[in-house]
Structures are given as C-alpha cells and as structure tokens.
C-alpha cells in the first residue's frame, strides 16, 4: 500500500497490492485495486487473481470473462507463476456452478421442489451467489408450504373421521335402547328414525 500511494501509477504495485488482498479474503478491494491495473495495462492484467476474487464475490459472469482472458495472458503476469492448470479448476467451478443453477430452475418450474433446493445447494457449494440463495429459499418457502397444505387436509380427513366415528356410536346407543324399550313392552320408534321425534314417553304397546 505505501509504495501504491508513492507511485500510485505503477501497474506492477497495483496488481502486487491486489493480488495480496485477495490472498487476505480482502475480495472487494482485491477487485477494485486489480480493474484498476488492467484499465492502464491490459496486457499486464493479473486475470487470476482477477478471477478469483470475482468468484469469491458471486459475480460469476465477470469471473469468467477475467478467466477466460487469464487463459491466453501472459506467464509473466500472476506473479510470474504460470496459472493456467489453476485457472481451468476456477473454470470447472464455474461451470458445475452453472449446470446446477439450471437444473434448480427447471425443477422449481416443474414444481419438483425436493430436487429445486438440492441443485440450488449444490450451485451454492460453488459459488454464493444470489441467485442460488433465491432460488434456495423460493424452493424452501413452497416445500414448506405443501406441507401445511398437506397437514391442514390431514387434519380435515382426521376430524370427517373422528365425526363419523362419533356419529356411529350415537345410532348404536339409540339401537340398544330401542332394543331394550321394545324387550319391556315399551312403543317405540325405530332406532333409525329421525332425531327428535321420540314416541311418548311411557307409551305400552297395545
């Protein structure tokens, strides 16, 4: 940083100071300090470094041009270390992040919700972006949401039953008592007969 703010020009100290931040998980001010070299010197441009940071910040577009132009460059750039065999791991990155960005999308479309959210962390495992997050949660909100719908359609078939079950056992009652009304010579209406119309009380058969 001093010999930046000394020689604030000087493309080699930019992009020795931001390839550092980098390294420190300093991403935002690697970014900046790194675009900063390559618009006075494309062809002196740290693409890796570049590239990385772009990654850690969940721009993957950006990334990948950087890695994309950091595949060609020169070997003298990046430190004087020849980056390319990293550079294409950073590329695979890239494009299992985007494969399982889509395949969340597809699924979430077709309301396959268990398989939405598990492409969704999967693109998250490699990379945190705000799509994949969004796309996360979108798939966690109508999981949890069938479920509710599921429960609540549970608890109305549990309460028909539990009606029903009750409901039985009233006629049963009704039939016994009938049967034993009947057995002492008592009138009665039959055990099936609408609800309050009961005979006489008291009533003798004739």
């Known amino acids: 940083e001093e010999a930046v703010a000394c020689r604030p020009g000087n493309v080699d100290f930019l992009n020795w100071l931001g390839s550092v931040c980098g390294d420190l998980g300093d991403h935002a001010k690697a970014v900046e300090t790194l675009r900063k070299a390559a618009s006075m010197s ?33 070997l003298l750039n990046n430190r004087g270390v020849d980056r390319r065999g990293e550079i294409r791991v950073l590329m695979d990155k890239l494009e299992a992040y985007g ?4 395949t969340a999308n597809t ?15 999967a693109a998250l495992a490699q990379m945190d972006t705000l799509q994949a997050k969004a796309l996360r949660d979108d798939a966690v909100t109508r999981i949890r949401a069938e479920a ?37 010579g008592l009138d009665v ?18």
Do not use: C, H
Not at 54 to 65: E, V
Not at 99 to 102: N, R
């Open 99 to 102: 494969k399982a960005l889509e």
């Open 42 to 74: 494309r062809t002196a441009a740290w693409n890796f470094y570049l590239g990385r940071s772009l990654l850690a910040q969940g721009l993957p577009a950006d990334a990948k041009a950087a890695l994309v132009a950091g595949q060609t460059e020169s």
């Open 189 to 206: 209406p039959p055990p099936d007969s609408p609800i309050g119309f009961p005979p006489p009380s008291g009533t003798q058969k004739k």
């Open 107 to 121: 699924r979430l479309a077709e309301g396959r919700l268990e398989e939405a959210r598990t492409a969704a962390e």
């Open 148 to 184: 509710r719908k599921t429960r609540n359609q549970m608890i109305g078939i549990l309460g028909l039953l539990a009606a029903a079950v009750g409901g039985g056992g009233f006629y049963a009652g009704r039939r016994k008592r009938a049967a034993k009304a009947e057995a002492a």
